[in-house]
């Protein structure tokens, strides 16, 4: 039987190592359906509810795995379902690539059904390379660069197959004028700044007295290389969002995420240094790094189109994480262990007592905080955890550590919401063996994550370890939105925008074979998470979780804190009891000795860090 070009696709996926490609079905790829009945699912085709949930679960295969992710789909409705996942790829830096059908090349320019322009439509998303073959001679070198691209930048690509190109015979490219030839794979490199430039990063670092470290995720390959480095020069680290696992938290130099969801130790530590080293991070709010006539500093970045951004560093360093560290650390003169490194620790570990006051704060019915506190020194150390966007990404940033081999993500840049479930179904795929985990919000559970319980349910059984469990923060309110509006508007809370209904979602894991419960009691939610932990198959909390515990931001004010809560009196009458009873009574055993000041740089009471 003669190879079509959709076979050929399969099988030059299966030698890129492609194991998975999540997808949803579609008639604008019904020719690779059929070549994928031929090669007996190999690679495994993963049906997801949604061709954005497809793309979201490539995000968080790769992401987890540090390969290609691969997803495809059909044309016209298909192809633009798949946008939202790969723009969220995109912006934080991850390899992906997106196989889409197209209607036949006789129909295309005749208005067809279905028929939309790919090309123009993928060439943001897809910019560093997107392509459509129009017949099988192309094939090659266009799939191969795709890979090689995705891999290469840590990108999206896209690749376009017309219905009728997928069923032609497949021909290689000929050795002859006009044809394209290619070959398989990309080997890794490492590639490290000048010894010139080296030297003069060592020199800035080397005159600090009060350095200071930002790890985002390109640091994750170069654990060591910081530990030693922050030994030589004292200095504390703090992690930007995506980096969270790039670094252990059981260090007690070690701050804590870093912005809006940050701690305030790593907000002071920025406030406070001299001299910063930023590793593998394009975190991007400016306000939360030193003043700008502060500090010298020296950027780290892989991506020469990355570096320089953010902050006026007097060097930056292009190169790889690791192999730049390599190359820095002998130049390096090891500072004493001082006042500064001190306060850093000191201040860590009084943030560490706060947020465990903050958890122990009675809530109605259930403190949000408490939930995620108390999962904490429970998690397994080699937990593969996801977000949400919203309140739940806040609780995820500041109250679980990393330790071991954990690793957790969200949507960094593009924050998303819905990306949480699918994450860890992607992540599954990548290491069956490991548990999984995700904390969402109701927003985001009833937007796609109930849905896609359904592909869990699909596939869990095939699971090394059953366990992929979804904590769903239930507080009947697009909560982080609505804190947004009190701090930043001085609005109340918009009933008709914010209010969402009351899902039964435990309840509705169980109809389709997986696990459940609901938590109401604070007294229930350790015993819920160790029942969720120890369960021989999927499982779902539904903790009905208390809208009015706030996010602090760690820069606020108490008189910031306090405008926000007084905004609850605006027309939120269903809180009105809970400001008159002690909302700011609460805010202050939260955080014991915060001050009224009139800006971030105020005077902090002691137990206020």
Same mark, same amino acid.
């Given at each position: 039987?003669?190879?079509?070009?959709?076979?050929?696709?399969?099988?030059?996926?299966?030698?890129?190592?492609?194991?998975?490609?999540?997808?949803?079905?579609?008639?604008?790829?019904?020719?690779?359906?059929?070549?994928?009945?031929?090669?007996?699912?190999?690679?495994?085709?993963?049906?997801?509810?949604?061709? #954005?949930?497809?793309?979201?679960?490539?995000?968080?295969?790769?992401?987890?795995?540090?390969?290609?992710?691969?997803?495809?789909?059909?044309?016209?409705?298909?192809? &633009?379902?798949?946008?939202?996942?790969?723009?969220?790829?995109?912006?934080?830096?991850?390899?992906? =690539?997106?196989?889409?059908?197209?209607? $036949?090349?006789?129909?295309?320019?005749?208005?067809?059904?279905?028929?939309?322009?790919?090309?123009?439509?993928?060439?943001?998303? !897809?910019?560093?390379?997107?392509?459509?073959?129009?017949?099988?001679?192309?094939?090659?070198?266009?799939?191969?660069?795709?890979?090689?691209?995705?891999?290469?930048?840590?990108?999206?690509?896209?690749?376009?197959?017309?219905?009728?190109?997928?069923?032609?015979?497949?021909?290689?490219?000929?050795?002859?004028?006009?044809?394209?030839?290619?070959?398989?794979?990309?080997?890794?490199?490492?590639?490290?700044?000048?010894?010139?430039?080296? #030297?003069?990063?060592?020199?800035?670092?080397?005159?600090?007295?009060?350095?200071?470290?930002?790890?985002?995720?390109?640091?994750? @390959?170069?654990?060591?290389?910081?530990?030693?480095?922050?030994?030589?020069?004292?200095?504390?680290? !703090?992690?930007?969002?995506?980096?969270?696992?790039?670094?252990?938290?059981?260090?007690?130099?070690?701050?804590?995420?870093?912005?809006?969801?940050?701690?305030?130790?790593?907000?002071?530590?920025?406030?406070?240094?001299?001299?910063?080293?930023?590793?593998?991070?394009?975190?991007?709010?400016?306000?939360?790094?030193?003043?700008?006539?502060?500090?010298?500093?020296?950027?780290?970045?892989?991506?020469?189109?990355?570096?320089?951004?953010?902050?006026?560093?007097?060097?930056?360093?292009?190169?790889?994480?690791? !192999?730049?560290?390599?190359?820095?650390?002998?130049?390096?003169?090891?500072?004493?262990?001082?006042?500064?490194?001190?306060? &850093?620790?000191?201040?860590?570990?009084?943030?560490? #007592?706060?947020?465990?006051?903050?958890?122990?704060?009675?809530?109605?019915?259930?403190?949000?905080?408490?939930?995620?506190?108390?999962?904490?020194?429970?998690?397994?150390?080699?937990?593969?955890?996801?977000?949400?966007?919203?309140?739940?990404?806040?609780?995820? !940033?500041?109250?679980?550590?990393?330790?071991?081999?954990?690793?957790?993500?969200?949507?960094?840049?593009?924050?998303?919401? @819905?990306?949480?479930?699918?994450?860890?179904?992607?992540?599954?795929?990548?290491?069956?063996?490991?548990?999984?985990?995700?904390?969402?919000?109701?927003?985001?559970?009833?937007? $796609?994550?109930?849905?896609?319980?359904?592909?869990?349910?699909?596939?869990?059984?095939?699971?090394?370890?059953?366990?992929?469990?979804?904590?769903?923060? $239930?507080?009947?309110?697009?909560?982080?939105?609505?804190?947004?509006?009190?701090?930043?508007?001085?609005?109340?809370?918009?009933?008709?925008?914010?209010?969402?209904?009351?899902?039964?979602?435990?309840?509705?894991?169980?109809?389709?074979?997986?696990?459940?419960?609901?938590?109401?009691?604070?007294?229930?939610?350790?015993?819920?998470?160790?029942?969720?932990?120890?369960?021989?198959?999927?499982?779902?909390?539904?903790?009905?979780?208390?809208?009015?515990?706030?996010?602090?931001?760690?820069?606020?004010?108490?008189?910031? &804190?306090?405008?926000?809560?007084?905004?609850?009196?605006?027309?939120?009458?269903?809180?009105?009891?809970?400001?008159?009873? @002690?909302?700011?009574?609460? =805010?202050?055993?939260?955080?014991?000795?915060?001050?009224?000041?009139?800006?971030?740089?105020? #005077?902090?009471?002691?137990?206020?860090?």
């Amino acid at each position: 039987m003669a190879t079509k070009v959709s076979d050929y696709v399969l099988q030059r996926l299966r030698e890129w190592d492609v194991d998975h490609v999540f997808s949803y079905a579609g008639d604008g790829i019904n020719g690779l359906l059929a070549a994928w009945g031929r090669a007996d699912n190999n690679p495994k085709f993963v049906q997801a509810r949604h061709e #954005e949930m497809a793309a979201f679960e490539a995000v968080g295969y790769a992401k987890f795995s540090g390969k290609v992710g691969v997803c495809a789909a059909t044309s016209g409705p298909g192809a &633009i379902h798949l946008l939202n996942g790969l723009y969220d790829a995109k912006l934080d830096h991850v390899p992906v =690539v997106a196989i889409v059908g197209q209607t $036949n090349r006789s129909a295309m320019g005749g208005s067809y059904q279905q028929e939309v322009d790919l090309l123009s439509l993928y060439k943001d998303v !897809a910019s560093d390379f997107c392509e459509m073959v129009t017949v099988p001679e192309q094939l090659p070198n266009v799939l191969d660069r795709a890979m090689r691209t995705a891999y290469a930048k840590r990108t999206v690509t896209a690749v376009i197959i017309p219905a009728d190109v997928q069923e032609l015979e497949y021909t290689p490219p000929t050795h002859a004028f006009k044809m394209v030839p290619s070959s398989l794979g990309l080997s890794s490199y490492a590639p490290a700044p000048a010894p010139k430039d080296v #030297e003069r990063a060592a020199e800035v670092l080397n005159s600090g007295e009060k350095v200071a470290i930002l790890v985002g995720q390109g640091a994750r @390959g170069a654990r060591a290389e910081v530990e030693r480095l922050a030994d030589l020069l004292g200095a504390g680290v !703090a992690k930007a969002l995506l980096g969270k696992d790039a670094f252990p938290d059981d260090l007690p130099y070690v701050t804590g995420s870093i912005g809006l969801l940050g701690t305030r130790p790593s907000y002071e530590m920025m406030q406070e240094c001299d001299t910063l080293l930023v590793i593998g991070s394009s975190f991007p709010y400016s306000q939360f790094l030193p003043e700008f006539d502060q500090a010298r500093a020296v950027q780290i970045d892989i991506d020469p189109f990355m570096i320089g951004l953010r902050y006026p560093f007097e060097v930056n360093l292009v190169g790889d994480a690791r !192999a730049t560290l390599e190359a820095l650390i002998p130049r390096l003169k090891r500072k004493k262990h001082g006042a500064w490194r001190k306060k &850093i620790e000191k201040d860590t570990a009084r943030w560490w #007592e706060v947020m465990q006051r903050r958890a122990a704060v009675d809530a109605d019915p259930v403190n949000p905080e408490y939930v995620v506190h108390a999962l904490d020194a429970l998690l397994p150390d080699n937990v593969m955890l996801a977000a949400d966007s919203g309140s739940a990404a806040n609780w995820y !940033a500041r109250h679980l550590r990393m330790r071991g081999e954990m690793r957790g993500s969200l949507s960094g840049t593009l924050a998303t919401m @819905g990306p949480g479930v699918p994450y860890v179904i992607g992540a599954k795929f990548a290491h069956p063996g490991r548990p999984a985990l995700a904390i969402v919000g109701d927003g985001a559970m009833q937007m $796609n994550g109930l849905a896609e319980l359904i592909t869990v349910a699909k596939y869990w059984q095939e699971w090394e370890d059953p366990r992929l469990i979804v904590a769903v923060l $239930n507080n009947q309110d697009l909560n982080q939105v609505t804190w947004e509006m009190r701090a930043m508007s001085g609005a109340p809370q918009f009933l008709p925008s914010q209010a969402l209904p009351d899902v039964p979602y435990a309840d509705f894991a169980r109809t389709i074979g997986l696990e459940g419960v609901r938590v109401e009691k604070p007294g229930d939610v350790e015993s819920a998470w160790h029942r969720a932990l120890g369960a021989d198959r999927p499982f779902v909390i539904d903790f009905r979780t208390d809208p009015a515990v706030p996010p602090i931001p760690p820069h606020a004010t108490l008189d910031q &804190i306090e405008a926000a809560a007084l905004s609850l009196l605006k027309g939120d009458s269903d809180k009105t009891a809970v400001v008159r009873q @002690g909302f700011k009574a609460k =805010v202050q055993e939260m955080l014991p000795g915060r001050r009224r000041e009139s800006g971030p740089g105020g #005077e902090q009471g002691p137990a206020g860090k």
